[in-house]
């Protein structure tokens, strides 16, 4: 398997087939003595700001938690022993249900667009 090009930006979904988002950044542990082993993914517009350099993922993160709290002021991340199926979606066991993962959409919808005449 190669990282990037098996993990990276491919479509996450809970173990109901929920969209969840995609693979934005890959965490894993450098070991001494060993090779590095992933734990875990995040997902979120911090995680992707963080590829394009550290001005970006600090002002995305200081835009996330001055909308929505400190706590959404990190990615989201996923432990990778969570994996369920790697396939054309990456499959975690888990319910999106129970995890503020879908924080900001609520947001929005509450703050911005539950507030457009027709919307």
Same mark, same amino acid.
């Given at each position: 398997?190669q #990282?990037?090009? /098996?993990? +990276?930006?491919?479509?996450?979904? /809970?173990?109901?087939q ?11 542990? +450098?070991? %001494?003595?060993? %090779? %590095?082993?992933?734990? *875990? ?7 992707? *700001?963080? =590829? #394009?350099? %550290? ?8 835009? *996330?938690?001055r ?6 002021? =990190? ?9 369920? /199926? ?7 066991d +888990?319910?999106? =249900? ?19 005449p027709?919307a």
């Amino acid at each position: 398997m190669q #990282l990037l090009r /098996d993990i +990276l930006d491919k479509q996450v979904v /809970d173990r109901e087939q929920v969209k969840i988002g995609k693979v934005d950044s890959i965490v894993a542990e +450098l070991r %001494p003595g060993k %090779p %590095p082993r992933v734990t *875990a993914v995040e997902l979120g517009s911090i995680a992707l *700001a963080r =590829r #394009l350099g %550290p001005a970006p993922a600090r002002w995305t993160a200081k835009l *996330a938690a001055r909308l929505s709290g400190k706590q959404q002021a =990190r990615p989201h991340r996923i432990a990778w022993n969570k994996v369920r /199926d790697i396939g054309v979606d990456i499959e975690f066991d +888990l319910d999106v =249900r129970r995890t503020r993962i879908f924080a900001w959409q609520d947001w929005l919808r509450e703050h911005v667009v539950g507030r457009i005449p027709g919307a």
